[in-house]
């Protein structure tokens, strides 16, 4: 196994050729011909570790962290070479030859490793830690789209998230999950796409948004202030049932698996599902505290009282407590005589923002038709409780 620096010999030739801190004129025309043999040498050894190295290190963490090493090192190079040959005078011809040998025998290697280990780079980091060239996107304009003359508040806001992310200053910062999304949008967005035939509440550039998680901040805002602002029309019961059928018309959108805009941010069904349910729950309560100060509301008082004082009030639907409790039983964290006696225990004292009562008979049969959007909805919910636990 290789130890210790294993660019070291490529280094110390960088160096010979830094103006600033050796005489590299000195490089004399004879030692050409032998620097070009020990160069393809070098270069034959580092392909030679490269190739062994996914062997040498098996363990997929520490053979990351080996190669995101290596990587880093490479690119330094390349940039310390590259500067040293801006800074040869021109009069240094030989030197100037030489170091644009060390050069192009650092962009060999590097064209070698990401043949070789493309599917290794970490999609998150930014394409200058590669030493990659951000690629050109032109992104479409309204007049060449009828998506985005259809929707011009939505096709101003896709512009201003996409000057954010390729703006000038923010070139370095910019990764290949990034890109490709971009790319792929971009390739989307001009293709001509009819209304989507469905309830029709959303339309087609919103359709693909959710499609394919644009789980953007400004694309979240966007949503919710549509959603409050057609809730408006409706009376205050009203307004609860149609929130309830925005929500089941926006989870009935499929949508691209592992694919997501910003993995900074949760994805836009959890969060979007999160509003709805505290925005279904703060009407809830609302239309209750305005029914408890009218007479003709008075014997209602008492039912929603034990409603919160003797029920748990759970942020999840029928259908994903059902598959959590399911999930929960068949890898015994909890256990009963069966999973039909677990749902009679539990029921009673469970409540969710759309239903104060729950029949265990309803969790019974939600519990054999597992549907994959609550499956993936209740794993998000998860994966954040974990994150949770982890800072405790």
Not at 225 to 247: D, P, T, V
Request: charged share 25%; glycine share 2%.
């Amino acid at each position: 196994m290789e130890q210790g620096y294993v660019l070291e010999w490529l280094d110390r030739a960088i160096n010979e050729f830094n103006p600033t801190q050796t005489q590299s004129a000195n490089f004399e025309d004879h030692r050409f011909l032998s620097f070009s043999e020990e160069m393809r040498d070098e270069k034959a050894r580092q392909v030679a570790y490269l190739k062994k190295l996914a062997f040498q290190y098996p363990k997929k963490r520490r053979f990351q962290e080996v190669l995101n090493s290596y990587f880093s090192a490479l690119n330094s190079l390349i940039d310390n070479a590259k500067l040293n040959l801006k800074l040869i005078a021109s009069e240094s011809g030989i030197s100037k030859k030489a170091l644009e040998l060390v050069v192009a025998t650092l962009a060999d290697i590097h064209t070698f490793l990401m043949d070789r280990y493309a599917v290794s780079i970490n999609p998150d980091e930014p394409l200058r830690k590669y030493n990659l060239a951000v690629p050109v996107i032109d992104f479409v304009q309204p007049a060449d789209s009828i998506l985005l003359s259809y929707h011009p508040s939505l096709a101003s806001l896709l512009e201003d998230e996409f000057n954010t992310v390729f703006g000038t200053g923010n070139l370095a910062n910019i990764t290949s999950r990034q890109a490709e999304y971009w790319k792929d949008l971009n390739e989307m967005i001009c293709i001509p796409k009819q209304q989507n035939p469905g309830d029709g509440y959303f339309d087609s550039l919103e359709l693909l948004l959710i499609e394919r998680n644009f789980n953007s901040t400004k694309f979240v805002k966007y949503l919710t202030n549509r959603f409050n602002s057609q809730i408006e029309e409706y009376a205050s019961g009203n307004s609860i049932e149609k929130l309830a059928y925005i929500q089941k018309s926006f989870n009935q959108i499929p949508v691209i698996k592992g694919l997501a805009y910003d993995l900074q941010h949760d994805d836009l069904s959890l969060t979007i599902n999160n509003w709805f349910i505290c925005e279904i729950e703060f009407r809830s309560r609302s239309n209750a505290a305005k029914g408890s100060e009218s007479l003709s509301t008075a014997s209602q008082s008492p039912r929603y009282t034990k409603k919160t004082a003797d029920k748990v009030l759970c942020k999840l639907t029928v259908d994903q407590l059902a598959l959590l409790f399911k999930a929960a039983d068949q890898s015994k964290i909890i256990t009963a005589k069966s999973l039909s006696a677990i749902f009679q225990a539990v029921a009673p004292y469970l409540a969710t923002p759309y239903k104060e009562d729950i029949s265990h008979g309803s969790l019974r049969s939600k519990s054999y038709s597992v549907e994959g959007r609550d499956k993936e909805q209740l794993l998000s919910i998860l994966a954040k409780l974990t994150c949770q636990i982890e800072e405790l």
